[in-house]
């Protein structure tokens, strides 16, 4: 699987509120990476990997995806609720920002010339 570099701009908890519809502990982490071709992004698709300072794996969401005009730069957020009972929620929830190695693995990348490029997969 090919990886690139992302940047985590803010991760933070927020906390559940039945006013908002919200029942549990949700995470929202928003990332940053940089369209480096010279056509307009229109959507990308993949995973977000998150390891510890020791490179342990702490967690792999499901795939993030958008549908709407990437510029140069982009940042993209994700929300996840909490799931109390999983170490894995809970080490990624607690663990501060600058503590996460954060890998983008792409999928894929649709253009708004309607070309895409699909990532190689490692099987």
């Known amino acids: 699987m090919v990886r690139a570099p992302v940047a985590v701009t803010d991760k933070k908890v927020v906390p559940s509120d039945m006013h908002a519809h919200r029942f ?27 390891k510890d300072i020791f490179g342990d794996l702490i967690k792999t969401p499901a795939s993030r995806s958008t549908a709407e005009s990437v510029p140069d730069r982009r940042t993209c957020g994700t929300d996840r609720w909490i799931n109390q009972f999983r170490a894995a929620d809970v080490k990624l929830a607690q663990t501060p920002q600058d503590k996460l190695k954060v890998t983008w693995e792409p999928d894929t990348y649709l253009f708004s010339d309607g070309t895409s490029l699909k990532a190689p997969s490692s099987e």
């Not at 549990?24 to 998150?50: M, P, R, Y």
Request: charged fraction near 20%; hydrophobic fraction near 50%; proline fraction near 0%.
């Open 24 to 50: 549990s502990d949700e995470i929202a982490i928003a990332v940053a990476f940089q369209n480096k071709s010279a056509k307009t992004l229109w959507g990308v698709k993949g995973t977000l990997v998150f």
